[in-house]
């Protein structure tokens, strides 16, 4: 199989080792690394393709998925795993999604939506509670930041506004667990791959023990059902990786914050490494349509946790969780770990 992979993020690093594994597979990426290739634009990539005899594409990040190019691979004849950019709409925008949250009944907090700086100075000012402030397009040097008072909340605004963002989002502040959903679509049915704890996306725990069957179910009928049958019925079927942002309140309901189009950073080694499963193969059957007849997708029977320092994403996994507790205290710094415990056991 001779494979590219779309991407520049750690996602796409580790599946360019992944699909390495098997001496069959000859990988190009735009990774720094063997086989590293710096496209110029959209018609470079396409030429590449055609002239390499590509079989598949694998794109794990949003700037080549909103620029239309799965739909210009899919017309070379080529199986491309990713969305469409139509579909990609509610993981680009934030305020997109914000309103298709609103419009589908999908609980989520309450939002403003600002094009203008004074409009969003003069809302602020009117606020009793902590707020949410995030920036609309996602922009890995400009994350969510969370004000307590209408004097940092103004600054973050004029920030925000002065580095060119064109809108921004004001929410209410929620308390609770952050936990993250990932699924896999095939535009009409999906599957659960799994469900992380975050903690301030530097800890991220596979499959927490506070959840339960009956708060699994309410995101199900509440999130994701509505996300994938809407897009669905206006023809936006999402083929890929949706995942989806979820704060978990103390009385287990939940509200949303956001979509994602592709495993994040911090989770992904859950799935390479974790999952003992053909993932290309599962890629593709899925553009296909037939991937949850032909494959069962269920990860290895360990506890997992990927921790976040120096720059680094470290993947732990054990049999038990006191030898996964043991391994982190022996190799890593825990304290970031033993604070998400808290939150999470709370």
């Known amino acids: 199989m001779r494979i ?54 694998l794109i794990t990040q949003e700037d080549y998925i909103n620029s239309g190019l799965s739909e210009l691979i899919s017309a070379q004849n080529v199986t491309v795993f990713s969305p469409s950019s139509e579909a990609i709409a509610i993981t680009c925008s934030k305020a997109y999604a914000k309103k298709f949250m609103y419009k589908n009944k999908i609980p989520t907090a309450r939002f403003q939506i600002f094009e203008k700086p004074q409009q969003a100075l003069d809302y602020v000012n009117i606020l009793e509670n902590p707020i949410a402030i995030k920036p609309d397009n996602h922009n890995n040097k400009e994350c969510t930041q969370f004000c307590e008072t209408a004097l940092k909340a103004k600054k973050v605004i004029n920030d925000l506004f002065a580095n060119d963002n064109k809108k921004i ?47 699994v179910d309410n995101i199900i009928q509440n999130a994701i059902i509505p996300t994938i049958d809407t897009l669905c019925n206006q023809g936006d079927e999402y083929i890929g990786i949706l995942g989806f942002d979820i704060i978990l309140k103390s009385d287990n309901s939940f ?13 992904v080694d859950f799935y390479t490494k974790g999952f003992n499963i053909d993932w290309l193969g599962i890629f593709e059957s899925t553009v296909i349509g037939d991937v949850f007849s032909k494959f069962e997708i269920n990860p290895k029977n360990e506890y997992m946790l990927s921790l976040r320092q120096d720059d680094k994403i470290n993947f732990i996994s054990a049999k038990t969780m006191s030898n996964l507790e043991l391994y982190l205290e022996e190799l890593y710094d825990t304290k970031e770990y033993f604070e998400a415990v808290k939150i999470w056991k709370s």
């Open 255 to 267: 509200v949303m914050t956001g979509y994602n189009s592709f495993f994040d950073d911090i989770d």
């Open 169 to 215: 989002i004001i929410e209410d502040y929620i308390e609770g667990k952050n936990i993250e959903v990932f699924v896999l679509s095939d535009g009409f049915k999906f599957q659960i791959l799994g469900i992380s704890a975050k903690y301030q996306n530097n800890v991220a725990y596979f499959e927490p023990e506070f959840l339960n069957d009956e708060i």
């Open 4 to 57: 590219l992979i779309l991407g520049n993020d750690y996602s796409a690093q580790s599946f360019f080792e992944l699909f390495n594994q098997n001496k069959n597979n000859i990988v190009f990426s735009t990774l720094r690394n063997s086989n590293y290739t710096d496209f110029q634009g959209i018609d470079d990539i396409l030429e590449f393709i055609k002239a390499n005899d590509i079989n598949f594409v």
